[in-house]
Nanobody
Framework: QVQLVESGGRWVQAGGSLRLSCAASGITFSSYAMAWFRQVPGKEREFVAAVSWSGDRTHYSDSVKGRFTISRDNAKNTVWLQMNSLKPEDTAVYYC??????????????????WGQGTQVTVSS
């Protein structure tokens, strides 16, 4: 059974930092590109960041570039999202996702095979 379990979401003041974790089980983690998406009620889920299976390539949305860092440890079956200089508009439920896409990473939700249950991040002004 595949499981992606996110943790680390909480309330934080604007300008603060958070580190989200996603622990994977039931998959050959090192074969999967991993990503973080986020969703606000009433809006589409949006791409935040992705990392290739080997960890050598990362990609970010323009809204988080320079503030967020995605990383992974294949020995620990874990991917992280370090979020710095948080803004109120970063408030959302954050989801991690896993993809076997041959290109090594993807921006579209439809390219991801497995999803976690989400963790809430709230940034107050």
């Amino acid at each position: 059974q595949v499981q992606l379990v996110e943790s680390g979401g909480r309330w934080v003041q604007a300008g603060g930092s958070l580190r989200l974790s996603c622990a994977a089980s039931g998959i050959t983690f090192s074969s999967y590109a991993m990503a973080w998406f986020r969703q606000v009620p009433g809006k589409e889920r949006e791409f935040v960041a992705a990392v290739s299976w080997s960890g050598d390539r990362t990609h970010y949305s323009d809204s988080v570039k320079g503030r967020f860092t995605i990383s992974r440890d294949n020995a620990k079956n874990t991917v992280w999202l370090q979020m710095n200089s948080l803004k109120p508009e970063d408030t959302a439920v954050y989801y991690c996702a896993a993809s076997l896409i041959s290109t090594g990473w993807a921006r579209l939700q439809s390219d991801y095979d497995y999803w976690g249950q989400g963790t809430q991040v709230t940034v107050s002004s």
